[in-house]
């Protein structure tokens, strides 16, 4: 797809968005999550560009929705289905579900509909939803005991952009990588050149190593698989919850992601656990035998009665000798008992049971007191425990990404499978709360007829609408007492029309709905216009009398922008202009009598009638008749007067003329 195709996808646009791993997989899709990742690119952007995309794709890139009224009871559309959206991925994937006149995105999106409509809403799957996000790829993170190497200055560029966890050093000959292995755990080095060259150290000639990023910085796969962890546990929940075909095995995943950590280390390794603790407790470990060693020491020189010869104590006395060995002369025994304590607490505290013979060194020699610890013993015992700890865990971390490398796909698959998920469950339950059903959306259909129609967005709770039958194909008005549904009637048509063109279920028992490119509709003007606004409106219906695209026009009360005698006759005229073109046309009006006798053509009437009034209240038939001009609410009240009267000659004969005149 040629990405600036997309009406409103410029140039930059087109490059932010090739950044991305699989644009055109992402717009296909609607995947608005994916298409936010680009550089530069909001949330409600994508939502934007997935939506031209999409009428784009099915050659629709004109604007079916082509007022601010018929826009308003989309978007009204749109936050009904978000409100029944658990993730934010699944409310903002709402805004793709655009109407549109093509036939092949319609039945695109009823293809959607037919597998949701067929889904069990269940607690369970809708509770794992709130975990599931879209996969992240977390910024990279320095890795310090491993770097790059390599000769050539382009290679140094390739390396420096594909794996920017490591440092990458140039270097000229085998002194410069024998130099690098002094300072890095592993040097892995870049250039054939390099292969057989004789250096100390871990130096690994890996001229492939740019094409296998994961082998050489595991880390990026771990860290990839510990941001997301949550997200894909919620979404392997949701795959148990719902039945769903998992794209890998669930428990491979969770043991996978059971050994990590949140930053992306391995866990629930005993022998790793051991090393590091180890490190981590040696000083304090020392510290404590050495203690142990010189408690036993105390209390057994404090039990001891020694006895000393003269040379000895003269020897003491005059040549300052050391205690020590009178130490070692009475007391070996104990001394060799202390060391014993000493090394076994050592070893047991650590559990140093691989690394004995260097722990054993750390205590022992002569006899002393108080007894003290071999410094460079210890020093030697850390250097090797923590090699073990490093060698350990890198290994760990080798293995470990090699069982997750095999689920990178798959885990992309099963949050954006939960994901989509969440949008079907979302259709489903508009479907059910709102008692929907498929209509039929064709070209052979004339006009809009609904039978049993609920429209969600009136001003009263569901429960209480009244069903709505109404069929109207060709240029009609109108009429109908004050407050008796008129305006509901047209947002009723507008939103079935918008339902039916976004390939959505709608609420009503059944639905026809002609295919249409665009729908007008005209919401009713505040109050009369100035000059200006006026000629602004008159110039809009020239432009729709004059279209030929195949349109549905509502229009309410368009009188209202101007005084009555004038607007019936300018209503008139746009009725017969619009008359024998490729439009469905209501208008909404308190003066359909008067239009109709203006027009020069046939003008079918409809009209909401009350069917009388009960303690002050109307009683409405919600249902327009057909070829009806309805009573008008004063004329009911003059009726009712006039019934009620009672003096033939006084307020009888007042109401009796006043209803004459209707
Ligand atoms: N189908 C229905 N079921 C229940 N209540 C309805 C229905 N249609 C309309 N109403 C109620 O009647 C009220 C008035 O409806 P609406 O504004 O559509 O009448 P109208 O004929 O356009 O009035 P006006 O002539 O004053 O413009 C609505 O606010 C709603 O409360």
Redesign the pocket.
């Known amino acids: 797809m040629e990405l600036t195709a997309i009406p409103g996808v410029g140039e930059k646009t087109a490059a932010a968005l090739d950044e991305l791993a699989d644009p055109e997989r992402a717009l296909r899709e609607g995947d608005v999550a994916a298409l936010a990742e680009a550089p530069g690119i909001s949330a409600g952007r994508a939502a934007a560009i997935a939506r031209a995309a999409v009428r784009h794709e099915h050659g629709a890139d004109g604007e079916f929705l082509a007022t601010d009224r018929a826009r308003d009871v989309h978007e009204s559309v749109l936050a009904l289905l978000e409100e029944r959206t658990v993730t934010d991925y699944a409310a903002r994937r709402m805004a793709t579900f655009v109407p549109t006149g093509a036939q092949s995105r319609i039945e695109e999106v009823r293809a959607l509909v037919a597998r949701a409509t067929g889904r069990d809403v269940d607690p369970a799957t809708l509770d794992a939803l709130t975990n599931v996000e879209p996969l992240v790829d977390p910024p990279p993170t320095r890795v310090r005991d491993r770097c790059l190497a390599t000769a050539d200055a382009e290679r140094y560029a390739e390396a420096t952009d594909a794996v920017p966890e490591l440092s990458v050093e140039v270097v000229d000959d085998a002194r410069d990588l024998a130099e690098l292995a002094r300072s890095y755990a592993t040097v892995i080095a870049l250039d054939e050149t390099f292969a057989g060259v004789d250096v100390t150290g871990d130096v690994r000639v890996r001229p492939d190593a740019l094409d296998h990023p994961s082998e050489v910085v595991p880390e990026r796969l771990l860290s990839f698989f510990a941001a997301n962890r949550d997200s894909l546990l919620a979404a392997a929940r949701v795959h148990d919850a719902a039945g769903m075909d998992p794209p890998c095995d669930l428990d491979a995943l969770r043991d996978a992601l059971s050994r990590l950590d949140d930053d992306g280390t391995p866990v629930g390794d005993d022998e790793l656990d051991r090393l590091t603790t180890a490190v981590d407790d040696l000083d304090a470990a020392v510290g404590t035998a050495e203690s142990v060693a010189n408690d036993h020491l105390r209390t057994a020189i404090r039990e001891r009665d020694v006895t000393i010869e003269g040379t000895d104590f003269l020897s003491l006395v005059e040549q300052g000798a050391r205690v020590d060995a009178l130490l070692s002369r009475e007391l070996a025994d104990e001394f060799d008992r202390a060391v014993e304590k000493a090394r076994n607490h050592l070893l047991d505290s650590l559990d140093l049971a691989d690394e004995a013979d260097l722990a054993e060194r750390v205590f022992g020699g002569d006899p002393t007191f108080p007894l003290e610890h071999d410094e460079e013993a210890v020093s030697r015992l850390r250097t090797e425990l923590t090699a073990a700890r490093d060698r350990r865990a890198a290994r760990l971390k080798a293995d470990l990404a090699d069982d997750l490398g095999a689920l990178r796909d798959p885990a992309e698959r099963l949050v954006r499978a939960a994901l989509e998920r969440d949008v079907e469950l979302a259709v489903a339950r508009f479907a059910d709360d709102f008692d929907c059903t498929l209509p039929t959306v064709s070209d052979d259909v004339s006009g809009v007829a609904v039978e049993g129609g ?2 969600p967005l ?3 709770s569901f429960d ?5 039958d109404y069929a109207v194909s060709g240029v009609t008005l109108l009429s ?10 047209l ?1 009723l048509l507008a939103l079935v029309t918008i339902l039916a063109h976004m390939g959505l279920p709608v609420p009503a028992d059944s639905a026809r709905v002609e295919r249409v490119s665009e729908l007008h509709y005209y919401a ?1 003007s505040q109050g009369t216009l100035d000059a200006g606004a006026f000629e602004a409106t008159l110039r809009d219906f020239a432009d729709l009398a004059t279209g030929t695209d195949s349109r549905l026009v509502l229009v ?2 368009l009188e209202s922008i101007t005084e009555p005698g004038a607007s019936a006759k300018i209503i008139a005229g746009i009725l017969e202009a619009l008359d024998g073109g490729d439009v469905t046309a209501v208008f ?1 009006s ?1 003066l359909a009598g008067e239009i109709r006798d203006a027009a020069g053509i046939d003008v079918a009437v409809d009209g ?1 009638e009350a069917v009388g009034l009960v303690d002050g209240e109307l009683q409405v038939n ?1 249902s327009p008749v057909t070829d009806h001009l309805a009573r008008s609410t004063p004329e009911l009240i003059v009726e009712k007067l006039a019934t009620g009267a009672d003096d033939p000659d006084g307020d009888a004969a007042f109401y009796g003329r006043l209803l004459e005149k209707f």
């Not at 209480?464 to 709505?468: G, L, T």
Request: charged share 35%; hydrophobic share 25%; proline share 4%.
């Open positions: 609920r429209s009136l001003d009263v209480e609408v009244d069903p709505v109908g007492v004050n407050s008796g549904g008129k305006t509901s009637t947002d009713k309410d009360e909404v308190h909401i919600r």
